[in-house]
């Protein structure tokens, strides 16, 4: 794995950087504010610094790809930027931050709250009295320790044990033997990040209607989701919006989407059967943004399950620029989870959307369904206000409560 810090005057700038350096397959792992420090950085303006890590075979595939006349840049912090960045021929920039994790910290140190994940796990480990016992205890070295904390550490926050073990196998071949805790838990926490992967968003297609499908199973919070993001996209995108809803097993579910529609002033269309989406598509023909709202239904039943196949077949994706997000709620029990996606498995590109992440105290099962599907992580919802109650998934705080970080 690649590891590189860049600094420039703002955040775009240095991840314009960081992708053109480490090509479009980089991931940012951190993001912060640097003020200078004494009277003459009264002086001098903040900057901006970026750590962006990238998969070693990634880089030497970008190295071969990039055009051999573009010079190397040298953007260390505090050096002034030697080459301005020519945006115009950089790979699109998808990368929106959400919270960036505020920093204190100066220099090397990776995370001021990984500090809090040392002391912790080094508190564990004197007070750690049975012998440490792994498929490598022939070896013995403070590494395979500070990794078994680590692993009990994942697999308290509910990781899989699979998942868990692929991360510490993958962490022990790439570290020296002789290194320290804080060199480990840095390197577990950015194979962390790569893993979860740059979360996605909402993206508009200047040609086309962007049309949503909410898929999932009963009361994750779909219909609330829609509010919140439709919320945002009326009001902050300035788009126009429609509601189309395909659950009408339930009165309240149309009432419910209704009253979401009235407080946005929003047009709603209710379909008994895929059949009838053509006639909604027209009715909303003025719509750049259209979310469709599906019936909750249990994965287990075939005939239900029917129903959304039918939607999503009666569905023309040259006519409609199509995002799928599957709701999962993080209260759910791994091995429900498990068999949910897999009777999603026929439904193709669709990104994962937990909700209720003010429920639980453990997020291992979003990374072990990020795993399990390769589906892209997109929002995630902790609460029922509508419309706050979301974010873009913050891979970074994620991986620092997946160490035990978060705790507290
Ligand atoms: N704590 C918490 N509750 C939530 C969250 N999102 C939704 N809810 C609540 O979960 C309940 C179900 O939400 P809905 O939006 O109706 O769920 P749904 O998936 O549309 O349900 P069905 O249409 O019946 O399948 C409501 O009480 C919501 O307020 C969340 O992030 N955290
Ligand atoms: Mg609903």
Redesign the pocket.
């Known amino acids: 794995m690649i590891v590189k810090k860049y600094s420039a005057p703002t955040e775009t700038e240095a991840v314009l950087t960081v992708k053109k350096e480490l090509g479009s397959d980089a991931v940012i792992l951190n993001v912060k504010k640097i003020k200078h420090r004494g009277i003459i950085g009264l002086f001098k303006k903040p900057y901006v610094e970026v750590m962006a890590a990238l998969e070693e075979k990634d880089f030497v595939a970008n190295v071969n790809d990039r055009n051999k006349a573009s010079k190397s840049i040298d953007l260390r912090a505090g050096d002034e930027a030697k080459e301005r960045v020519n945006t115009s021929t950089l790979p699109p920039l998808s990368y929106r931050p959400v919270n960036p994790v505020p920093q204190t910290m100066p220099g090397n140190a990776i995370e001021e709250k990984l500090d809090s994940i040392h002391g912790l796990l080094k508190e564990q480990m004197e007070s750690e009295k049975k012998e440490i016992i792994d498929k490598r205890t022939d070896v013995s070295s403070n590494n395979l320790k500070y990794l078994k904390l680590i692993y009990n550490k994942l697999i308290d926050n509910e990781l899989d044990e699979r998942y868990a073990n692929q991360l510490i196998d993958e962490v022990q071949d790439s570290i020296k033997s002789d290194n320290t805790l804080d060199g480990i838990i840095s390197a577990v926490y950015q194979k962390i990040i790569l893993k979860l992967d740059e979360p996605q968003q909402i993206t508009y297609d200047k040609n086309r209607p962007k049309l949503i499908v909410f898929m999932g199973p009963t009361g994750v919070g779909?219909?609330t989701t829609i509010a919140k993001l439709a919320s945002a996209c009326k009001l902050t995108d300035g788009k126009n919006v429609g509601f189309i809803t395909a659950?009408t097993y339930r009165i309240a579910?149309v009432e419910?989407l209704n009253t979401y529609a009235g407080i946005l002033d929003v047009p709603v269309q209710v379909i008994y059967e895929a059949g009838e989406l053509d006639k909604a598509f027209a009715a909303l023909s003025n719509c750049d943004v259209i979310f469709l709202?599906t019936a909750?239904r249990s994965h287990k039943d075939d005939t239900q399950r029917k129903d959304l196949r039918d939607i999503l077949s009666h569905i023309d994706s040259n006519r409609f620029d199509v995002e799928k997000y599957l709701c999962l709620s993080a209260t759910t029990k791994y091995k429900d989870l498990c068999s949910i996606v897999k009777a999603y498995s026929d439904v193709t590109d669709y990104k994962l959307l937990f909700t209720k992440l003010d429920e639980t105290l453990c997020y291992g099962n979003i990374y072990n369904i990020k795993c399990l599907t390769g589906a892209k992580l997109s929002y995630a919802t902790h609460g029922q206000a509508v419309p706050e109650d979301i974010e873009v998934v913050n891979v970074q705080k994620m991986a620092k409560q997946l160490l035990g970080g978060g705790e507290g």
């Open positions: 779909k219909t659950d579910a419910q709202d909750g």
